[in-house]
């Protein structure tokens, strides 16, 4: 518990005081809900756990808050925020308040808290948040945002409260220059926007193009001028738009919370495709009356809460690494972690790459790390805490041997890479690891017959090769156990329908190293049949656009693997290759785009619409990069569509994308 409040100074200090976070927002909260679990089974509590924000820097002159400014606390789940809900109604219930709570929905803007003062209708002061009691005198920057009037439509005197950002075009804008300049690159709009608000030339902060949205009212003297005093949070955005202050047009009054979590969902989904940056939902009770009545802990006002979009950032523990091992024989390491829910999953496991990566992390058993998931993004360990490392955790070590290779269970490291793999491929987990891809459905896609069924096959030593299968009868599955006449029926049929494939499919079944579905339907691209692929040379394959060295010489090994040669004779006795269609395709009109997919797709599967690019010339591809032409996003995207955003590559939708195939441009 020590060791996680050091850690949180620490990190409270780089993120409030220097505007250079080394960690993430999600991993900061982990290590925050971390800590107020061991106090409260401790029944202590501190003010790390509950600091607000950070100390004014002695850089500007500082500020006293009239009104004290506040943190809202978190939840995450639907769970959650029908458990805060629900304390709610017990506390505006002993107030004498019974009706049902209604609420006002609004984006958790990730920027930097403003308060800004006016008398009589001038602007007069804004300030940071600081500490909630003290803050910085920001006035001459905060003038320079075109957004923030000087003068209110009514000369009311009020204090209200803001978020300061930067546009993500703005944001990739600064830091090109920055880049040209030789200057360090911020790492986010959030940074980006708070390191410029702290500036003491206003002319800096004046040339970042700053933005801000207008989402609290504090305080409020309307005088003689007919202004009403809002009774709700809606008036209050209401007349804060009226003055002239600039307000986020997708606020939505709530009646239920069944409505804020529609809304929830909705933002979840499409918040990438916005100019500006938000990881969540703010949830306020909408009536003033019911606000004063459930008042604040001493931290956070009971009447608003921040409902977060799921992390794709945590923090864990690592409890064992293993070496695991690949179809191909690369051993990979992978760490067990203490399970997290992280991106809408529990997860339990993350890659660890190489030996190189666990070296440079310094992983080690014991460790508290901060992993990252997106979408179907494999989690990976990003770094380590190391202030929470217990002190018996020791460096690891790559063993000598590993169970699951062939021979005696040796690795040797791959020439020029990272990489182990084992020296004899002979063993019996390799020989299941390979039979399962060649049956899977990006390969022969033989239905039906999974890892289960290839495990019986094997152990009453009906098949060795994939060869093997194609000579299997209705009475081999009978003798399996569980096996009735129609499945057995259905298994022999599924096999038969599997003769007849496709190039492409059939290299992706023979798990050649380095070839996975793009790769294969490129060289399928240029060799017409198997015969003449196994004939190429090295510097012939390596000169494909798309194909390169690694490769050519993974293709190159493949070739010369004389026990792989001998089971693609046998399995070529039993397949049936389709032609490849001659000429050019109907419409060409994606020739030289490339797509990216993130999310799940409503109206047709993945492959379904991998398949609509490729008919119509285009390329399908894992990652994102600045020649990438789109991001389609679906449901529950990762970080893909954010990292396309701030690359300048185009983000569509489903319907775009479908609309974009169906025009033909």
């Known amino acids: 518990m020590a060791r996680l409040r050091e850690l949180l100074v620490y990190h409270q200090a780089r ?91 609004e984006h958790k803007l990730d920027g930097l808290k403003l308060v800004i003062e006016y008398v009589e209708g001038r602007l007069v002061r804004a300030a940071t948040r600081g500490d909630g009691q003290v803050g910085e005198d920001v006035t001459h920057t905060a003038r320079t945002i075109s957004s923030l009037p000087h003068i209110l439509a009514d000369p ?50 004046k040339a970042r193009l700053l933005s ?20 709700s949070q809606w008036a209050e955005l209401a007349l804060l738009k009226k003055l002239g202050l600039p307000t986020n047009p997708h606020s939505k009054r709530c009646p239920t919370l069944k409505e804020v979590q529609s809304f929830y969902d909705t933002w979840k989904v499409d918040h990438d495709a916005l100019p500006f940056g938000l990881d ?12 004063a009545a459930l008042g604040y802990t001493a931290r956070a006002p009971r009447f608003g809460v921040a409902y977060k979009f799921p992390a794709v950032e945590s923090t864990t523990v690592v409890e064992g690494i293993e070496l695991q091992v690949g179809r191909t024989g690369v051993v990979t390491p992978v760490a067990h972690l203490r399970p997290v829910l992280i991106d809408g999953s529990t997860v339990a496991r993350a890659t660890l790459h190489n030996e190189n ?15 990252r998931k997106a979408g179907d993004i494999i989690p990976e360990v990003v770094s380590v805490l190391q202030l929470l490392r217990p002190v ?19 690795i040797e490291r791959v020439p020029g890479e990272a990489a182990y793999r084992c020296v004899s491929l002979d063993s019996d987990f390799l020989l299941r690891q390979r039979l399962y891809y060649f049956v899977s459905k990006g390969a022969l896609n033989i239905d039906g017959v999974g890892p289960r069924i290839i495990d019986a096959l094997l152990e009453k030593k009906l098949i060795r090769t994939p060869a093997d299968l194609f000579l299997l009868t209705k009475e081999d599955f009978l ?26 499919r059939l290299l992706i079944a023979l798990g050649i190293e380095n070839v996975g579905e793009e790769t294969a339907r490129l060289l399928a691209s240029h060799f017409n049949t198997v015969s003449e692929l ?6 012939t394959l390596a000169a494909i656009p798309g194909i390169g060295s690694t490769i050519a010489a993974s293709v190159v090994a493949w070739q010369k693997d004389e026990v792989g040669q001998k089971n693609l004779d046998a399995l070529l006795k039993y397949l049936v290759l389709e032609a490849k269609p001659k000429g050019a395709l109907k419409n060409n009109f994606l020739e030289g785009k490339s797509f990216v997919f993130t999310g799940t797709l409503s109206s047709l599967g993945r492959d379904e619409a991998k398949e609509l690019v490729r008919q119509a010339g285009g390329k399908v591809v894992g990652s994102v990069s600045k020649n990438t032409s789109y991001v389609v996003v679906g449901a529950d995207p990762g970080s893909k569509a954010t990292e396309a955003t701030a690359l300048g590559v185009a983000v569509i939708d489903e319907q775009a994308f479908l609309d974009l195939v169906a025009k033909g441009e």
């Open 15 to 105: 993120y409030y005081q220097d505007d250079a976070p080394e960690i993430s927002d999600q991993a900061y909260d982990a290590l925050v809900t971390e800590l107020r679990a061991l106090e409260a089974s401790l029944g202590v509590v501190s003010s790390v756990a509950s600091a607000v924000g950070g100390e004014a820097s002695a850089a500007f002159s500082k500020v006293t808050h009239a009104v004290r400014q506040w943190s809202l606390d978190n939840v995450f789940t639907r769970e959650e925020l029908s458990a805060w809900e629900d304390r709610l109604v017990r506390i505006l219930q002993k107030s004498g308040i019974f009706e049902t709570p209604t609420y006002v929905a």
């Open 156 to 205: 009311v005197s009020l204090i209200c409260v803001g978020e300061v950002m930067m546009l993500k075009k703005d944001f990739q804008t600064l830091n090109s220059v920055r880049a040209k300049a030789g200057e360090s690159l911020f790492a986010n709009p959030r940074n980006a926007a708070a390191g410029s608000l702290r500036q003491l030339d206003p002319a800096v902060a």
């Open 212 to 231: 801000l949205f207008v989402y609290d009212l504090d305080q409020l003297e309307v005088a003689d001028t007919g202004v009403i005093a809002p009774t």
């Open 280 to 291: 969540g939902v703010v949830v306020k009770v909408d009536s003033v009356a019911a606000q």
């Open 357 to 371: 990566q666990i070296k440079r992390l310094d992983v080690r058993v014991g460790d508290t790390v901060i992993i």
């Open 392 to 410: 018996s955790a020791k460096p690891y070590r790559f063993p000598k041997t590993v169970e699951g290779c062939g021979g005696d269970g040796r």
């Open 479 to 504: 003798t399996l156990e569980g096996f009735k006449d129609k499945a057995a029926a259905n298994a022999v049929m599924a096999i038969a329908a599997a003769r007849t494939t496709t190039l492409p």
């Open 534 to 539: 196994r004939q190429a040379t090295e510097a």
